[in-house]
Every structure is written in C-alpha cells, then in structure tokens.
C-alpha cells in the first residue's frame, strides 16, 4: 500500500505542533532552551524526524514546492542524528523559534488544497511504504 504526501505532510505537521506545544511549556527563551536539556532534545528529536519526513516526501511534490527549502530540512536532520554533541543550540531554537510556524502554515494549506484535489477526485502524489524508515 502507498502512502500519499499528504499523509507525511500530516505527520510533519503534528510534529511542527509538538515544537510550539514544548516551546509553550519551557517557555519561547534561548537561555532556557540551551539550560534545558530535555527542552533541546525534544525540539531536536521533532526537527530530526521533520528531516527524515522530508526526505520522503516525492521528489515530484518537492520540485513543485518549491518555496520549502526541502533539501535544507533534510540536511539538518543530517546535522542533529549524526552530530548532536556539536550542534549549535542557537541555530535550533532559532528555526523552531522562526521557521516552524512558517512550515507548519505550509502544511496546512498543502493539506487544505490536497483534500480539495481529493474532494475533486484528483490522486497525490505516492511513495512505497516498504520505504518508509529506511
């Protein structure tokens, strides 16, 4: 069975709503964030899995989004999964701070116009669950 880019839009969603629910409880300060660790290891954990997301998303759906840098976002799941002790926190806090909310704006309207598409009776584009997590 195929999974549709809307469903790892949806995912990628809930997970942008999980970095604006932690920020509201630790609260939306960088000298918390980087005091914190397990304020930075729950932001870094939803931008790393953000990352693999992307990278699953169809390379057709991605060439025509292009005002989602999403070859940057899958980088920097790169930079968080292989290089945790050197991240820089700043950069981080400073994405989940002033880009999550852009993207996660993005996702709600891909997804608003894909049930339109639906509703309509016209597919999405696919990928192979047997991809899924590799």
């Not at 995912?11 to 930075?40: A, K, P, V, W």
């Not at 880009?99 to 608003?112: M, P, R």
Request: glycine content about 6%; hydrophobic content about 35%.
């Amino acid at each position: 069975m195929a999974k549709s880019n809307k469903s790892i839009l949806e995912h990628i969603l809930s997970y942008c709503n999980e970095i604006q629910t932690t920020m509201l409880r630790f609260g939306d300060n960088l000298d918390t964030f980087i005091n914190d660790i397990d304020y930075r290891k729950s932001v870094s954990l939803s931008i790393l899995q953000i990352g693999e997301l992307a990278g699953k998303l169809s390379d057709e759906y991605k060439q025509s989004t292009t005002e989602m840098p999403w070859r940057q976002i899958r980088g920097l799941r790169n930079i968080v999964a292989h290089s945790y002790g050197e991240v820089d926190f700043e950069m981080i806090f400073s994405i989940a701070h002033d880009d999550i909310s852009h993207l996660k704006l993005f996702c709600e309207q891909e997804l608003k116009h894909m049930e339109l598409l639906n509703a309509s009776g016209m597919e999405t584009e696919s990928y192979d669950e047997n991809e899924w997590g590799q």
